[in-house]
C-alpha cells in the first residue's frame, strides 16, 4: 500500500527537531520540503539528506492557493509510484499548514495511506520567548485572515506569517480598528533560532516601520486588562447592569419601557448624520446598539431567544437575500436586485399569493405603524410603484398637489370636518409623492424647513430686542414685516 509521512522540521533549531522526524529523513525513502527557506537546512546538507524542493513552484504560479494545490497533486502522483515517501514542512504540520490540510483530503480521496508526526510549532518557541503561559487565554490567527476571524481583545492574541513590511501595513490597519494605535504589542523574530532571535516591544501604529520584520515573524498582542472590551464585553456589562446587584432602573426595563429610548436614539443618530458630526455619530449608533443588546437580554431572561441568535438572524437573512453576493456572482443584474429581495422576502413570510395586486396590497398593510407618518407614506408609494402605478416625474405629481390644494379649500368653504381632515391628508400625501420622486426623504426635509423656521423665529425675537419690544407686542402684519426683514440678517 502506498503511504506518505507527514513531517515537522520544528521552528528553526536542528535541536527542535524530533528523533523521528530525523530518522524518517534520513532513510531510503524520497524526501519532498515544502520549502528550502528554513533555518534548518544547514543541518540537513551537513547530514547528507537527500531531498525535492517545492520552491520553484512559488516563482511560477500566481496565488498561494494555486501553490499549494500544485504541490498536492505531485505529492499524490509521486505516491502512486513510491511505496512510501515522507513530506516535510516547517513547524509542526498542523499548525498554519494549508499544504497538509489539502493533502489529508487529497490522500483519503486517492487511498493513499499517511501519517503526521508531530513536532516543535513556532507557537511553543513563541511562548517560550514571551515566557507565557497558553492556559490563561491565546487565540492564534493566521495573518492573512484577521479580517474574517478578527482577535478577542480580552484574550492574547498571536498572529503568524507576518513575513514582510507590507503585510505588517496591512494588519496595522486592521488592528487599529479594534485596539487603540498606542497600544503596546510584541514583535517576535526569528524565535526558537539561537543567536538571531529578536522581542521587539512596539506601539501599534509603529508595526511596520520596523526594518528586522521576515518570513519568521509573528505578533503577539496582550490581552486587555479593562473588563468588558469589544461586543462580548458590551453583552457582559448589560448582564452586569441587569443583574440581581446591579442597577435598579435597568432592572426594571421592559421592552415595552424601552420603546422611546430606541426611537429617540434612532432619531440622534439622524441628526449626527444631517450635522456630518461624525465623532457623535459613533456615540449614537453606540446608544441605539446598546438599546439592541438591552432587548436582546431581556428576551434572553425570558427564555425568548438572546442576541447570538439576534446576530444569526440577520446573517442568514442577508445571505439568503443576496444570492448574487454569496451564491451566484455570475448572474448579478443591478437591475433585478430589489425584485428579487422582495420575491425572496415574500418567500421567507410564506406568502403564497402571487398575485401582484393583491400581495403589495398585504405588504402595505404590514408597514409598521409605529413609523412616521410621512416614512409610512413614502414606503407605501414605493411599493404601489412596483407596478406601475406612479408619476412619470415630479413635475406631473406636482399638480396633483394643485388639485388637491382646491379640494381642501372648497371642503373648508364646506365646513365639513371630516371631509377637511380627508382632504387635508390627501394633500400631505400628495407632497409625500413629489418628495419621493424628487428622491428626497420628506421627513428629513420637513425637519429641516422645521429648524430653518426656529431659526428665523430666533431672528424675529433679536429684531423685537432691538426695538425694545415683545413679539406679541406686534399685530400680525407687523410680525409679517419683521419675520421678512429676518430672512436678510
Not at 416625474?393 to 371631509?419: C, V, W
Amino acid at each position: 500500500m502506498h503511504h506518505i509521512d507527514i513531517v515537522g522540521l520544528g521552528p528553526g533549531s536542528p535541536g527542535q527537531m524530533t528523533l523521528e522526524t530525523f530518522a524518517l529523513l534520513k532513510d531510503s525513502s524520497p524526501n519532498f520540503f515544502r520549502t528550502t527557506i528554513h533555518p534548518v537546512m544547514d543541518f540537513i546538507c551537513q547530514e547528507a539528506i537527500t531531498y525535492q524542493s517545492f520552491d520553484c513552484y512559488y516563482e511560477q504560479e500566481d496565488s498561494f492557493e494555486a501553490v499549494y494545490d500544485q504541490i498536492v497533486t505531485t505529492l499524490i502522483e509521486a505516491a502512486r509510484t513510491n511505496e512510501k515517501l515522507v513530506y516535510a514542512v516547517p513547524g509542526n504540520p498542523l499548525f498554519g499548514e494549508k499544504t497538509v490540510e489539502k493533502l489529508i483530503v487529497a490522500a483519503k480521496a486517492a487511498g493513499i495511506s499517511y501519517r503526521i508526526y508531530p513536532g516543535v510549532s513556532f507557537v511553543d518557541v513563541t511562548l517560550n520567548s514571551l515566557e507565557t503561559d497558553p492556559i490563561n487565554g491565546l487565540k492564534i490567527i493566521d495573518a492573512f485572515d484577521v479580517f474574517k476571524n478578527p482577535p478577542d481583545p480580552r484574550i492574547g492574541t498571536l498572529v503568524t506569517q507576518v513575513y514582510d513590511q507590507h503585510m505588517a501595513s496591512e494588519l496595522k490597519l486592521q488592528l487599529m480598528e479594534i485596539y487603540d494605535p498606542e497600544k503596546k504589542v510584541v514583535l517576535l523574530i526569528n524565535s526558537g533560532i539561537p543567536g538571531a532571535e529578536k522581542t521587539l516591544e512596539v506601539y501599534l501604529y509603529e508595526l511596520d516601520r520596523v526594518d528586522d520584520i521576515n518570513h519568521l515573524t509573528s505578533l503577539f498582542i496582550p490581552a486587555e486588562i479593562d473588563v468588558y472590551q469589544g461586543f462580548q464585553g458590551t453583552i457582559e456589562l448589560m448582564k452586569a447592569l441587569r443583574a440581581d446587584d446591579g442597577c435598579s432602573w435597568d432592572r426594571s426595563q421592559t421592552h415595552e419601557s424601552l420603546r422611546s429610548y430606541l426611537l429617540e436614539e434612532s432619531y440622534e443618530v439622524l441628526e449626527a448624520i444631517d450635522n456630518q458630526d461624525w465623532d457623535n455619530l459613533a456615540e449614537e449608533l453606540g446608544d441605539v446598539l446598546f438599546q439592541i443588546v438591552f432587548h436582546a437580554e431581556i428576551a434572553s431572561e425570558a427564555g425568548r431567544f438572546n442576541v447570538n441568535q439576534v446576530i444569526s438572524g440577520i446573517n442568514e437573512k442577508m445571505i439568503r437575500r443576496h444570492p448574487h453576493v454569496f451564491i451566484d456572482k455570475a448572474s448579478f443584474n443591478p437591475d433585478q436586485v430589489e425584485t428579487n429581495w422582495d420575491a425572496i422576502k415574500r418567500l421567507e413570510k410564506g406568502e403564497v399569493n402571487t398575485t401582484q395586486e393583491s400581495g403589495l396590497s398585504s405588504e402595505m398593510k404590514k408597514i409598521p405603524k409605529a413609523l412616521p407618518a410621512l416614512m409610512e407614506a413614502v414606503k407605501v408609494q414605493k411599493k404601489a410603484a412596483k407596478v406601475g402605478f406612479d408619476w412619470l416625474e415630479a413635475t406631473a405629481a406636482l399638480e396633483k398637489i394643485d388639485e388637491e390644494t382646491h379640494e381642501l379649500r372648497a371642503a373648508m368653504e364646506e365646513n365639513d370636518p371630516q371631509k377637511i381632515a380627508e382632504e387635508l391628508g390627501d394633500l400631505l400625501f400628495s407632497v409625500v409623492n413629489v418628495s419621493r420622486l424628487l428622491k428626497l426623504q420628506p421627513e428629513l426635509v420637513l425637519r429641516k424647513a422645521t429648524e430653518k423656521f426656529i431659526d428665523r423665529f430666533e431672528k424675529m425675537e433679536k429684531v423685537a430686542s432691538q426695538e425694545n419690544k415683545l413679539l406679541n407686542e406686534y399685530t400680525f402684519e407687523e410680525l409679517n414685516e419683521v419675520w421678512n426683514r429676518s430672512k436678510g440678517l
